[in-house]
């Protein structure tokens, strides 16, 4: 999946990669994707309830060697 910003959660724990999700947010525009890669395995719980609660678009989720690539769409 292609994503317009990339920012590196690795070796952050919650809440940590939410913060971080959040922040830089705040400084795209509507219809752009966010990637977030971490290796925080709760991303996968954490980040999909974050996009809902927030009026994001949940993307999915991409898992490989305890690495997660998480992307969400700013609503």
Known sequence: MKADI????????CP?????????????QPGQVL???ADDEGIKQ?????AKMTGNEFLGIEEEDGRYRVFIRKG
């Open 35 to 37: 990637e977030v890669v």
């Open 6 to 13: 990339t920012i590196d959660c690795m070796g952050l724990y």
């Open 46 to 50: 954490d980040m999909p309830n974050w």
């Open 16 to 28: 940590m990669p939410i913060v971080n999700t959040a922040r830089q947010m705040k400084a795209m």
